[in-house]
């Protein structure tokens, strides 16, 4: 397995060629805001619009979970385009997102709050008018609560459900701002062939999807 070397935030590294950056540099303690990727994922979603980095050489920022390693490369995570990048798409999601950590039960393990407090950006931002969906939870489920208005497409549920389980319960629906996660018959969790197993769950970076806690 051929590997090259890189700096990552001036950090001299090795990683195998082919590798993403974003994944040599988590698993290097080097910390870059992502929603949506998977490390077991083919092809990356890049649907968050959050891993922006610079690479020297490279006129623009590029996506981290997109972007392969090579050798000689030098990364830089912090750089103000970069961070520019990032604050801006995480304000548009914060701004059709409700905010109100004190009860959800992901408060203190959300991602947003990480992502936040890395980028210095308050959650609580007025940057953006605020649109909210006020969509209905749906509680149908004696396992798992799921909350869309609370969700951000980052499509992990989606991926582990068809991909990894191989189960088809959960899928997007509708298009554009209307655009959800639902079951793929587009009724509530209880109706669909969902066996419980939680997965989407515990993939779930935002508190959507919550376990209830009376699982046998």
Known sequence: MKTVSL???????????????????LDNGIYIPNLCAIKDKLHPFAACRLCFVEVEGKAHPVCACT???AEGMVVNTRGDRALELART????IIASHPVDCAHCSSNGSCELQK????????????RFRKIMQGLPVDNSNPVLTYDPNRCVLCGRCVWVCNERLNKGVLGFVNRGFQRVVN???????VK?????????????PTGALTSRGNKD
Do not use: Q, Y
């Open 7 to 25: 700096t990552i935030n001036s950090k001299p590294l090795t990683a195998v060629k082919g590798e993403k950056i974003l994944w040599v540099a």
């Open 183 to 189: 079951t793929c018959i587009d009724e509530n969790i």
């Open 115 to 126: 992502i936040a407090k890395h980028l210095g950006v308050k959650l609580k931002t007025n």
């Open 89 to 92: 798409g995480f304000e548009l």
């Open 67 to 69: 972007e392969e390693v």
């Open 192 to 204: 669909s062939k969902c066996k419980d197993c939680g997965e989407c769950v515990r993939v779930c």
